[in-house]
């Protein structure tokens, strides 16, 4: 399709739109800058690039499921003549414009430019054309580098009523900031510098849906690049060139970085295979970490320190070295930073010696992702050689520090990010208006960090690490699964815990629950004792019933089918340890699956056992679920006063036809072939009392993987295996793990001394010496607490088999228990318990 001379004005606008929304520190040149024509060149590059990327994808309608494509960096095409046909193709427009600065010649004939094919790339701005208008596709498919100048000034008429006064304000600053900075700090001029572009996806701010806007007025007019061509002047969001006399701001961390509550000094930037540009003068790493004894003979300390001045990275992007620090064990780190402002944490202590390195990956124009690589180094036995990255819960944009001095002190070299932004679990507000935020928290920042993390490790130790692993539970569990399916390499082993897979009918389910129990002065509301008492029914019918042991733990309550009219109706004669019969229909619907306006299913039942710590979690409590709310209002309909008590199918559908465009982040793709192929091993772990993400969620996934790939349980155990956790809460979270025996080594807080089992040593033995894991030991001691004795322990099986007492021996002992196969494993459809898939056997 061609395009005529409009749509031009829209890759002109857009240029300018996605320059000035561009934080400073997130331009394309990371090191020095450009000249004027250099800049233009590589706006122009990355724009075509990006939206034509946008363009291919959108058109190719990808099926749910499909793998999110990483965006590539634009290929250099220089040519020292370049004339352009009018053929509707792909034309590299900057490849001019570069042309003519190698051959310092303003009017080669080499300009001819075709803005009908620079066009063709930018429909999906083509709702910015009425307001601007430049000069025709064949005036300026001639058009040398002085006539192009000139078009753009039309640009800059046309948004000179909003931009005069930005013009001003960014002039005083960049003429205060400029003098400041020459005071300290010269560019070098002898240093050859590479410098990567970030690319991004284009439609970044470009919702789909009720609400979808390209970018608001106000941010516009906030942000408006201005393009003079009278004065030879580009302004750009404080970075001002003219007329070869070039000056820039001090870089500052963009919104996302963990160091945006901080004033940063120059810094070294590091960039794929590129020399690094350096700053002169005094150039310190900021913000500098707070640290208590910190001993000065620290073994490689002195390597440490001096890292981040010599670190190169592999990727395409832009990644930015901090701190490098050694600390030795025992001294206190301190979080600091945006980390530090959305309290993901305060401080740890360094379980052994180790140098601290701390990242910012530019992901993208309006992204970048802070990581963390922590490093044993105490002495020449201290790392074990592999690395182990870490999780993000919720819709946090959290470092997770705890399982960083967790695992680090297990001797991993240990990785974590904040997935491109710093907020609670339950905060998606970062998500809002900006998908690239959306992208790095769904794939991109763990891929991307664990890449940088990699070659951190390599140039630290001098050597790669001999594998990789992967632990996280919740999001963090379905993150690893994302990983398995769409980045085999990343990880030799991955364990996901509880995962919130299948992530848009999760909060789909989780948002419906307000709809169901209604608010605390609803007829229809239970408190808290009166799910106590719907409890004991249960278990009376389902716990010593089904698994032989009455200890308030439902081995398998997949088993369990609950008949709710044995609970007492309340009336003028029962008054205690009843419910109405309105209370009665509630404890029935929570309990029921959600399905779609097709009659297939789109998510399991909350599991019989987990309704007391559901409403002690938020789900049954008459609130509004937080993250289910704050997905649909800011990643879906970038709408703060959304409310998602309302959610219904509409919502449903309209978030499943987001989900390619969010980076797949269902990450429910059951083709593991690759993961498989390359030897790759998972383990799955999911609470059965897990009253956030249903246990059955997970049994669904194993069963989608299965008939995905057309095999049997014998065949599953080679890469993939699914413990099923009696008794066990969700991850542990809010101090609520529940009543089975769920420590085994997935955190520091199941680690302590008396766990029987560690599940980070059964991946290794199974990854490393093919000693795969048929049960999982779990612990539980009295109150949680193992100070006050050893409650009892339990050998939990793999999916498909149950967890049987032997009905003789000491049910406390973990021996007293087997494992016994479930034959009627894939039966799933309908009449099936629990219903994990639709009539027809397929998965939704």
């Known amino acids: ?259 945006s509550s901080s004033v940063l000094t120059p810094t070294k930037i590091v960039t794929a295979n590129s020399t690094s540009a350096l700053l002169s003068g005094t150039a310190t790493m900021a913000p500098t970490p707070q640290a208590t004894g910190v001993s000065s003979n620290i073994t490689s300390s002195s390597t440490c320190v001096d890292l981040c001045s010599s670190l190169s990275f592999s990727s395409d992007l832009t990644v930015t070295p901090y701190i490098c620090q050694a600390y030795a064990a025992g001294d206190t780190i301190t979080v600091t930073g945006g980390q530090a402002d959305v309290a993901c944490g305060t401080t740890e202590v360094a379980p052994v010696d180790l140098c601290r390195v701390t990242l910012e990956i530019t992901t993208s124009f309006a992204s970048a992702t802070f990581m963390e690589v922590w490093l044993p180094n105490g002495n020449s036995t201290s790392w074990n050689g592999r690395t182990l990255s870490t999780d993000n819960g919720g819709l946090s944009g959290c470092v997770a520090y705890d399982q960083l001095a967790y695992v680090s002190g297990k001797g991993f070299a240990a990785f974590g990010d904040n997935g491109g932004h710093n907020s609670s679990a339950f905060d998606g507000t970062a998500f809002s208006n900006n998908n690239e935020n959306v992208l790095d928290w769904a794939w991109r920042g763990r891929h991307e960090s664990v890449v940088a993390g990699k070659d951190v490790v390599k140039q630290f130790y001098g050597e790669e690490q001999t594998y990789a692993y992967y632990i996280g539970c919740s999001t963090g569990g379905q993150q690893g699964l994302h990983s398995a399916q769409y980045f085999p390499e990343d990880f030799d082993g991955i364990i996901a815990g509880s995962s919130a897979a299948d992530f848009n009918h999760l909060e789909d ?145 309209l978030a499943d036809s987001l989900d390619v465009y969010h980076g797949n982040v269902s990450s429910f793709n059951g083709d593991l072939s690759a993961f498989r192929a390359a030897g790759k091993k998972l383990i799955m772990y999911h609470g059965m009392a897990d009253p956030l993400v249903s246990g059955g969620n997970s049994q669904r996934y194993y069963l989608k993987v299965a008939d995905t790939l057309a095999i049997g349980n014998t065949e599953m155990d080679d890469f993939m295996r699914y413990f099923r956790i009696s008794g066990m809460a969700h991850c542990g979270v809010g101090g609520i793990s529940g009543a089975g025996a769920w420590m085994f080594g997935q955190t520091g807080a199941s680690a302590l001394e008396g766990v029987a089992d560690n599940i980070i040593d059964n991946l290794v033995s199974w990854v490393e010496n093919d000693d795969a894991p048929d049960t999982i030991v779990g612990t539980k001691f009295w109150y949680d607490e193992p100070t006050l004795g050893l409650e009892f322990e339990r050998a939990h099986c793999r999916f498909p088999y149950r967890t049987t007492w032997d009905g003789v021996n000491d049910s406390t002992l973990a021996s007293s228990w087997g494992c016994s196969f479930i034959d009627e494993w894939q039966t799933c459809a309908v009449g099936a318990h629990p219903r994990l898939c639709n009539a027809d056997g397929t998965f939704t």
């Open 1 to 259: 399709m061609r395009f005529t001379g409009p749509l031009f004005s829209a890759a002109v606008f857009g240029a300018a739109v996605h320059a000035a929304a561009s934080p400073p520190n997130n331009r394309w040149n990371r090191g020095g800058v450009p000249s004027q024509i250099e800049k233009l060149e590589q706006e122009i590059e990355r724009l075509e690039h990006n939206l034509g990327h946008d363009r291919s994808e959108l058109e190719s309608k990808q099926h749910h499921g499909a793998r999110p494509q990483p965006y590539q960096p634009v290929e250099s095409l220089a040519s020292s003549s370049a004339v352009f046909s009018s053929a509707p193709v792909s034309t590299d427009s900057s490849a001019v414009v570069r042309s003519l600065t190698q051959s310092g010649s303003p009017s080669s004939s080499a300009a001819s430019v075709s803005a009908a094919s620079l066009a063709s790339s930018l429909y999906p701005y083509a709702d910015l054309t009425s307001s601007i208008t430049l000069p025709s596709a064949s005036s300026a498919a001639s058009a040398n580098a002085s006539s192009l100048l000139a078009s753009l000034s039309s640009v800059a008429a046309s948004l000179s009523s909003v931009a005069s006064s930005v013009s001003s304000v960014n002039a005083t600053l960049t003429t205060t900031l400029a003098s400041a900075y020459s005071s300290s700090a010269s560019i070098s001029t002898t240093s050859q510098t590479s410098t990567t572009t970030p690319v991004s996806s284009g439609l970044s701010s470009y919702i789909p849906g009720p609400s979808s806007s390209l970018i608001d007025s106000t941010s516009l007019i906030n942000s408006t690049a201005v393009i003079s061509t009278a004065s030879s002047t580009f302004t750009a969001s404080g970075i001002a060139l003219a007329s070869g006399n070039a000056s820039s701001a001090f870089p500052t961390a963009p919104a996302g970085s963990a160091h």
């Open 509 to 653: 389910w989780s948002a419906r629950f307000i709809e169901m129990t209604g608010n605390t002065t609803d007829e229809r509301f239970l408190t808290e004792d009166q799910w106590i008492i719907v409890q004991s029914y249960i278990f009376a019918q389902c716990d010593a019933a089904l698994d032989g042991v009455d200890d308030g733990i439902l081995e398998d309550p997949t088993q369990c089918v609950f008949d709710s009219s044995a609970i007492p109706i309340c009336n003028s004669t029962v008054t205690d340890n009843c419910l109405t019969s309105t209370q009665v229909s509630t404890v029935d619907n929570v309990f029921t699956e959600l399905y779609n306006a097709d009659g297939e299913l789109l998510y399991p039942q909350l599991l019989y056992g987990s309704q007391v710590d559901a409403f002690r979690l938020g789900q049954l409590s008459g609130t509004v679920q937080g993250i289910a709310h704050d997905w649909f209002a800011y990643g879906v309909y970038n709408n703060s006063d959304f409310d998602v008590s309302t959610v219904g199918q509409t919502d449903y559908t």
